[in-house]
T-cell receptor, first 112, second 110 residues
Framework: DVKVTQSSRYLVKRTGEKVFLECVQD?????MFWYRQDPGLGLRLIYFSYDVKMKEKGDIPEGYSVSREKKERFSLILESASTNQTSMYLCACSRGWNTEAFFGQGTRLTVV | GESVGLHLPTLSVQEGDNSIINCAYS??????FIWYKQESGKGPQFIIDIRSNMDKRQGQRVTVLLNKTVKHLSLQIAATQPGDSAVYFCAENPGNQFYFGTGTSLTVIP
């Protein structure tokens, strides 16, 4: 089974802090994704990566950046956390573009 | 952006009954669809998928129906069990990324 592991289940950060959310997958999948999930809005794509050191903006990239130095690891960075970034963050990976996406367990981030 | 919606935000069913969860999608170019289940505090879990060259696909206790004419997707769960209580959402993929619906919360009444 594919395993997608997010480094934290819960995080509380202060406004203005730099926040790192880490995601590791163990199945050698090319594509990795970061989503945020908010009530009534569903999952929205922040950034995705289709190869090491490659990244593409999703639908809501503002206030975020990403890093993919190794194939198995995809990091989401909040350069200066704000309260409107309080959300559930979900990492996913997939082998191809039109194949199943596997999700991590999520990180619930609260910015105070 | 894409618009993937669900007909009802909540659904309650009696244990043992069949459940039907509906989803409308907007992009006629979408050719791959997935249903996910998300339990409280967990990440989404794959249930079943279907490609646009099919109109029905069956899994264990689940069936997905695709009507491309009206851009409608449904998930049928047979003999619903308490462990099926969760949020279910659909996702469509026109080839480059997934677009997700907001979800239907299914509650199974014992």
């Amino acid at each position: 089974d594919v395993k997608v592991t997010q480094s934290s289940r819960y995080l509380v950060k202060r406004t203005g802090e730099k926040v790192f959310l880490e995601c590791v997958q163990d199945m050698d999948h090319e594509n990795m994704f970061w989503y945020r999930q908010d009530p009534g809005l569903g999952l929205r794509l922040i950034y995705f990566s289709y190869d090491v050191k490659m990244k593409e903006k999703g639908d809501i990239p503002e206030g975020y950046s990403v890093s993919r130095e190794k194939k198995e690891r995809f990091s989401l960075i909040l350069e200066s956390a704000s309260t409107n970034q309080t959300s559930m963050y979900l990492c996913a990976c997939s082998r191809g573009w039109n194949t199943e996406a596997f999700f991590g367990q999520g990180t619930r981030l609260t910015v105070v | 952006g894409e618009s993937v919606g669900l007909h009802l935000p909540t659904l309650s069913v009696q244990e043992g009954d069949n459940s039907i969860i509906n989803c409308a999608y907007s992009n006629s170019a979408s050719d791959y669809f997935i249903w996910y289940k998300q339990e409280s505090g967990k990440g989404p879990q794959f249930i079943i998928d279907i490609r646009s060259n099919m109109d029905k696909r069956q899994g264990q206790r689940v069936t997905v129906l695709l009507n491309k004419t009206v851009k409608h997707l449904s998930l049928q769960i047979a003999a619903t069990q308490p462990g099926d209580s969760a949020v279910y959402f659909c996702a469509e993929n026109p080839g480059n990324q997934f677009y997700f619906g907001t979800g239907t919360s299914l509650t199974v009444i014992p």
